[in-house]
């Protein structure tokens, strides 16, 4: 099998330069900080981040997940990606429970295995693609 870059620079550009001038950019470096913390709370800080007065913040979280979303079809990978209302705890719910289940302990174990492998992918493709948005927002950020 051979290696695929699905352009994660290219992304990662596009992505800064839509919100270059949105005095956003720094908040490239919380989403790369995040990716440690799972899918299930990178996902979710767009939610918190749309009580801010800065709304710009919010879906520059959202385009990247959306992003991901993207590339990892690319590679055959399904991220969940839901298109959820902040006010819908249902919706929230339900999206929380696919990403969850990405490495569901209770399935059988080969199935959990594979499932397993592919949050691991799903994760090393975001924090790539984070890393390719500090690079580029730290050329691109104003003074």
């Known amino acids: 099998m051979a290696l695929e870059s699905y352009k994660l620079d290219k992304h990662a ?7 270059r ?6 908040e490239t470096h919380k989403m790369r900080m995040t990716v440690a913390y799972g899918l299930e709370r990178f996902w979710a800080e767009q939610f918190r981040l ?23 079809k690319q590679a055959k990978v ?10 819908n705890i ?7 429970k696919k990403l969850w289940t990405i490495s569901d302990q209770n399935l059988e174990p080969e199935e959990t295995q594979k499932k397993e492998e592919q ?10 693609l984070c890393d390719c948005m500090v690079w580029w927002a730290q050329r691109y950020k104003g003074k």
């Open 21 to 26: 001038d949105k005095d956003v950019l720094n």
């Open 78 to 87: 399904i991220v969940p990606n839901d298109d959820v209302n902040s006010r």
């Open 50 to 72: 749309e009580k801010d007065e800065n709304q710009y913040k919010a879906q520059y979280w959202r385009d990247t997940w959306q992003t991901l979303a993207y590339i990892m």
């Open 119 to 128: 949050r691991k992918v799903i994760l090393a493709v975001l924090t790539q």
């Open 90 to 96: 249902k919706q929230i719910k339900e999206m929380a």
């Open 13 to 19: 550009h596009e992505l800064v330069l839509k919100y």
